[in-house]
Nanobody, 124 residues
Framework: QAQLVESGGGLVQAGGSLRLSCAASGRTLRSYGMGWFRQAPGKEREFVATINWNGDMTYYADSVKGRFTISRDNAKNTVYLQMNSLKPEDTAVYYC?????????????????WGQGTQVTVSS
Protein backbone atom coordinates (compact mmCIF):
# COMPACT_ATOMS: atom_id res chain seq x y z
CA GLN A 1 0.00 0.00 0.00
CA ALA A 2 1.37 3.41 -0.97
CA GLN A 3 1.63 6.21 1.57
CA LEU A 4 1.78 9.73 0.24
CA VAL A 5 3.10 12.69 2.22
CA GLU A 6 2.76 16.25 0.97
CA SER A 7 5.04 19.09 2.03
CA GLY A 8 5.90 22.62 1.01
CA GLY A 9 2.71 24.41 1.87
CA GLY A 10 2.60 27.66 3.81
CA LEU A 11 1.62 31.30 3.83
CA VAL A 12 2.62 33.46 0.87
CA GLN A 13 1.63 36.85 -0.47
CA ALA A 14 -0.29 37.19 -3.71
CA GLY A 15 2.08 36.96 -6.65
CA GLY A 16 4.45 34.68 -4.78
CA SER A 17 5.47 31.09 -5.39
CA LEU A 18 5.47 27.78 -3.58
CA ARG A 19 6.66 24.32 -4.53
CA LEU A 20 4.72 21.39 -3.17
CA SER A 21 6.26 17.93 -2.95
CA CYS A 22 4.55 14.56 -2.63
CA ALA A 23 6.80 11.76 -1.45
CA ALA A 24 5.68 8.15 -1.59
CA SER A 25 6.67 5.22 0.53
CA GLY A 26 5.63 1.60 0.61
CA ARG A 27 5.21 1.34 -3.13
CA THR A 28 6.87 2.76 -6.18
CA LEU A 29 4.89 5.40 -8.06
CA ARG A 30 6.65 4.61 -11.32
CA SER A 31 3.63 2.97 -12.94
CA TYR A 32 0.95 5.30 -11.58
CA GLY A 33 -0.65 8.38 -12.96
CA MET A 34 -0.56 11.14 -10.34
CA GLY A 35 -2.67 14.17 -9.58
CA TRP A 36 -2.94 17.22 -7.39
CA PHE A 37 -6.29 18.32 -6.04
CA ARG A 38 -7.34 21.06 -3.65
CA GLN A 39 -10.18 21.79 -1.28
CA ALA A 40 -11.11 25.20 0.06
CA PRO A 41 -13.33 25.64 3.14
CA GLY A 42 -16.97 24.93 2.32
CA LYS A 43 -16.16 23.72 -1.18
CA GLU A 44 -15.77 20.35 -2.84
CA ARG A 45 -12.39 18.89 -3.66
CA GLU A 46 -11.37 20.02 -7.13
CA PHE A 47 -8.87 18.93 -9.73
CA VAL A 48 -5.70 20.99 -10.15
CA ALA A 49 -3.17 19.07 -12.26
CA THR A 50 -2.32 15.56 -13.39
CA ILE A 51 0.63 13.75 -14.94
CA ASN A 52 1.05 10.36 -16.54
CA TRP A 53 3.49 7.68 -15.41
CA ASN A 54 6.62 8.95 -17.16
CA GLY A 55 5.86 12.66 -17.10
CA ASP A 56 5.45 13.29 -20.80
CA MET A 57 1.75 14.10 -20.56
CA THR A 58 0.18 16.67 -18.24
CA TYR A 59 -3.16 18.41 -17.91
CA TYR A 60 -4.28 21.39 -15.85
CA ALA A 61 -7.42 23.01 -14.59
CA ASP A 62 -8.16 26.21 -16.48
CA SER A 63 -7.84 28.19 -13.24
CA VAL A 64 -4.15 27.28 -12.84
CA LYS A 65 -3.01 26.83 -16.43
CA GLY A 66 0.08 28.87 -17.16
CA ARG A 67 0.82 29.40 -13.45
CA PHE A 68 1.25 25.87 -12.04
CA THR A 69 3.52 23.08 -13.28
CA ILE A 70 3.28 19.43 -12.29
CA SER A 71 6.35 17.22 -12.60
CA ARG A 72 7.70 13.97 -11.25
CA ASP A 73 10.98 12.27 -10.44
CA ASN A 74 10.38 8.54 -10.45
CA ALA A 75 13.89 7.85 -9.18
CA LYS A 76 12.98 9.80 -6.04
CA ASN A 77 9.41 8.50 -5.93
CA THR A 78 8.24 12.10 -5.73
CA VAL A 79 5.78 14.35 -7.53
CA TYR A 80 5.94 18.15 -7.49
CA LEU A 81 3.63 21.08 -8.02
CA GLN A 82 5.35 24.37 -8.77
CA MET A 83 2.91 27.21 -8.12
CA ASN A 84 3.72 30.69 -9.40
CA SER A 85 1.76 33.94 -9.49
CA LEU A 86 -0.36 32.74 -6.61
CA LYS A 87 -3.74 34.34 -6.00
CA PRO A 88 -5.89 34.49 -2.85
CA GLU A 89 -8.36 32.15 -4.56
CA ASP A 90 -5.64 29.47 -4.63
CA THR A 91 -5.96 29.20 -0.85
CA ALA A 92 -6.87 25.60 0.01
CA VAL A 93 -5.60 22.32 1.34
CA TYR A 94 -3.67 20.65 -1.46
CA TYR A 95 -3.69 16.87 -1.83
CA CYS A 96 -1.64 14.58 -4.02
CA UNK A 97 -3.08 11.30 -5.19
CA UNK A 98 -2.09 8.20 -7.15
CA UNK A 99 -4.37 6.36 -9.51
CA UNK A 100 -4.36 2.69 -10.47
CA UNK A 101 -3.40 3.34 -14.05
CA UNK A 102 -0.42 4.76 -15.88
CA UNK A 103 -2.26 7.52 -17.70
CA UNK A 104 -3.50 10.78 -16.25
CA UNK A 105 -7.00 11.71 -15.19
CA UNK A 106 -8.97 14.69 -13.90
CA UNK A 107 -11.57 12.51 -12.16
CA UNK A 108 -11.15 12.36 -8.40
CA UNK A 109 -12.93 8.99 -8.26
CA UNK A 110 -10.18 7.30 -10.27
CA UNK A 111 -7.54 7.99 -7.61
CA UNK A 112 -6.91 5.31 -5.06
CA UNK A 113 -4.13 6.59 -2.78
CA TRP A 114 -4.33 10.01 -1.13
CA GLY A 115 -2.03 12.07 1.06
CA GLN A 116 -3.14 13.97 4.16
CA GLY A 117 -2.85 17.35 2.50
CA THR A 118 -0.82 20.51 2.98
CA GLN A 119 -2.28 23.96 3.62
CA VAL A 120 -1.58 26.75 1.16
CA THR A 121 -2.68 30.24 2.18
CA VAL A 122 -2.29 33.21 -0.15
CA SER A 123 -2.76 36.64 1.38
CA SER A 124 -3.87 39.66 -0.63
Amino acid sequence: QAQLVESGGGLVQAGGSLRLSCAASGRTLRSYGMGWFRQAPGKEREFVATINWNGDMTYYADSVKGRFTISRDNAKNTVYLQMNSLKPEDTAVYYCAARLGSDYSTAVTTYFYWGQGTQVTVSS
